[in-house]
């Protein structure tokens, strides 16, 4: 051997480094690309395994197709509609067949023009309540009680605690931590690849809902679909969060969304201005006001504007992300036994 050489610790020669290089490492450019590489395939990877769809998402899938056959019967029989209903204690015509009798005495020659002033008012008034009531009926209840307070947030956590939560549940999650990228790199990536099933379930299943309702649903889509797009965002988010924080997310979600959501968004005050479901009833009311869907009671309920209430669901998106963020890169996750 060579003298004037170092020597390695298995004492070998420390090949030289030229200085210009700065050694083996890779130029920046590639370690950008590589980590952009290495996060894209988590996204697709994340995806593939949302697609193996667990036992809450078939769940919720057959309870939307329960929900849909219901609305669907309903179309059939003109549920929706006030066409078929009577005065009270269902004695006399319907509220279209007095309409429709109102027309008959305005044709009679000898009848005073006044006479007939009112009762072309009148016949109007009752025909224009029936034309839109199907849409006010199928609001509240296919809309309002059925979809946002029960569907929307069922189609959420089936999914959104699943992306953590099934993780920690496997043990794949220490091994995916081991990997090459930061914290808040897979906290993001995890949470992309999660948005498209859960706003395809979320804005498919509304979609299917409406379509079941015939017209008064496909009205109910056109103006009611960006309100389900933003609670979804924040739905997800939140659930989402609740996977990084429980090892049990799942518990914690239905908790929330089916004790606490309720309980909170039906109270009086500005309590309920914590709630997802207040917001995006908000943004519903803002876009049908024109076909007179309104709070029951507004001094109680106290709504906020629609942009509002779209600025707040954007805001909290990104709230709940930034706090699962930093959540998930502090923590400490052990293999569950």
Same mark, same amino acid.
């Given at each position: 051997?060579?003298?004037?050489?170092?020597?390695?610790?298995?004492?070998?020669?420390?090949?030289?480094?030229?200085?210009?290089?700065?050694?083996?490492?890779?130029?920046?450019?590639?370690?950008?690309?590589?980590?952009?590489?290495?996060?894209?395939?988590?996204?697709?990877?994340?995806?593939?395994?949302?697609?193996?769809?667990?036992?809450?998402?078939?769940? =919720?899938?057959?309870?939307?197709?329960?929900?849909?056959?219901?609305?669907? /019967?309903?179309?059939?029989?003109?549920?929706?509609?006030?066409?078929?209903?009577?005065?009270?204690?269902?004695?006399?015509?319907?509220?279209?067949?007095?309409?429709?009798?109102?027309?008959?005495?305005?044709?009679?020659?000898?009848?005073?023009?006044?006479?007939?002033?009112?009762?072309?008012?009148?016949?109007?008034?009752?025909?224009?309540?029936?034309?839109?009531?199907?849409? =006010? /009926?199928? +609001?509240?209840?296919?809309?309002?009680?059925?979809?946002?307070?029960?569907?929307?947030?069922?189609?959420?956590?089936?999914?959104?605690?699943?992306?953590?939560?099934?993780?920690?549940?496997?043990?794949?999650?220490?091994?995916?931590?081991?990997?090459?990228?930061?914290?808040?790199?897979?906290?993001?990536?995890?949470?992309?690849?999660?948005?498209?099933?859960?706003?395809?379930? +979320?804005?498919?299943?509304?979609?299917?809902?409406?379509?079941?309702?015939?017209?008064?649903?496909?009205?109910?889509?056109?103006?009611?679909?960006?309100?389900?797009?933003?609670?979804?965002?924040?739905?997800?988010?939140?659930?989402?969060?609740?996977?990084?924080?429980?090892?049990?997310?799942?518990?914690?979600?239905?908790?929330?969304?089916?004790?606490?959501?309720?309980?909170?968004?039906?109270?009086?005050?500005?309590?309920?201005? /914590?709630?997802?479901?207040?917001?995006?009833?908000?943004?519903?009311?803002?876009?049908?006001?024109?076909?007179?869907?309104?709070?029951?009671?507004?001094?109680?309920?106290?709504?906020?504007?629609?942009?509002?209430?779209?600025?707040?669901?954007?805001?909290?998106?990104?709230?709940?992300?930034? /706090?699962?963020?930093?959540?998930?890169?502090?923590?400490?996750?052990?293999?569950?036994?």
């Amino acid at each position: 051997m060579e003298t004037g050489q170092p020597l390695g610790r298995a004492g070998g020669v420390t090949p030289r480094m030229p200085a210009e290089s700065g050694g083996l490492a890779p130029p920046a450019h590639l370690v950008t690309l590589s980590g952009m590489r290495a996060w894209c395939y988590l996204v697709w990877l994340s995806w593939q395994r949302q697609a193996r769809a667990s036992q809450m998402v078939w769940i =919720a899938v057959g309870l939307l197709a329960f929900a849909a056959a219901l609305a669907a /019967i309903f179309t059939a029989k003109g549920a929706w509609s006030m066409r078929s209903w009577r005065w009270p204690y269902r004695q006399g015509p319907t509220f279209l067949q007095w309409a429709d009798a109102m027309q008959i005495v305005m044709s009679v020659p000898d009848a005073s023009a006044g006479g007939q002033g009112v009762q072309a008012a009148l016949a109007a008034a009752v025909r224009g309540v029936v034309e839109y009531s199907g849409f =006010a /009926i199928f +609001s509240h209840w296919g809309v309002f009680l059925l979809f946002l307070s029960f569907l929307l947030p069922l189609f959420n956590l089936s999914f959104a605690t699943e992306a953590l939560g099934g993780e920690r549940e496997s043990n794949c999650l220490i091994w995916l931590l081991s990997r090459p990228l930061p914290r808040w790199a897979i906290y993001l990536g995890k949470f992309v690849a999660l948005l498209p099933w859960t706003l395809g379930l +979320s804005l498919g299943g509304f979609g299917l809902l409406c379509l079941a309702g015939g017209r008064p649903g496909r009205l109910a889509f056109e103006l009611y679909w960006p309100a389900v797009l933003a609670a979804t965002l924040a739905f997800s988010s939140l659930f989402y969060l609740l996977g990084a924080w429980f090892r049990r997310p799942a518990v914690a979600a239905i908790v929330y969304a089916f004790f606490l959501e309720v309980i909170l968004g039906n109270m009086p005050g500005y309590l309920k201005r /914590i709630s997802i479901g207040f917001y995006t009833r908000c943004m519903m009311f803002d876009a049908a006001s024109a076909f007179g869907i309104h709070p029951e009671r507004p001094d109680v309920f106290l709504p906020v504007e629609g942009t509002t209430a779209l600025a707040v669901l954007l805001g909290l998106t990104l709230g709940f992300l930034g /706090i699962g963020v930093v959540l998930f890169s502090r923590a400490q996750y052990q293999e569950m036994v």
